[in-house]
């Protein structure tokens, strides 16, 4: 059984940092990427990456702030959030299929979110 299991979510000041984690199980994950949900508004990609790293893509609003990462040997993935603001508050949640995309349909599996804050 697959399953993705987040960690690393809390409460930030703006302009903090925090680096999130998803370990996954019971299978090897060709792509794997990071979606969000803040309260009212609809689920949004933030990041993905390929098998070996070297493809990723980010959304506007986190690029230059956000980096995705991967340990393939431990069958993680990691995102890296600096320079943090009010508006990324949201449910992170961390997915993973066959082809890095910013569109949520590829993905297979999910992971149960893990809730980022940021405030002061």
């Known amino acids: 059984q697959v399953q993705l299991v987040e960690s690393g979510g809390g409460l930030v000041q703006p302009g903090g940092s925090l680096r999130l984690s998803c370990t996954g199980s019971?299978?090897?994950?060709?792509?794997m990427g990071w979606f969000r949900q803040a309260p009212a508004k609809e689920r949004e990609f933030v990041a993905a990456?390929?098998?070996?790293?070297?493809?990723?893509y980010y959304s506007d609003s986190v690029k230059g702030r956000f980096t995705i990462s991967r340990d393939n040997a431990k069958n993680t993935v990691y995102l890296q959030m600096n320079s943090l603001k009010p508006e990324d508050t949201a449910v992170y949640y961390c997915?993973?299929?066959?082809?890095?995309?910013?569109?949520?349909?590829?993905?297979?599996?999910w992971g149960q979110g893990t809730q980022v804050t940021v405030s002061s």
């Open positions: 997915a993973a299929g066959s082809i890095a995309t910013r569109s949520p349909n590829p993905y297979d599996y």
């Open positions: 019971g299978g090897t994950f060709n792509a």
């Open positions: 990456i390929g098998w070996s790293g070297a493809i990723t």
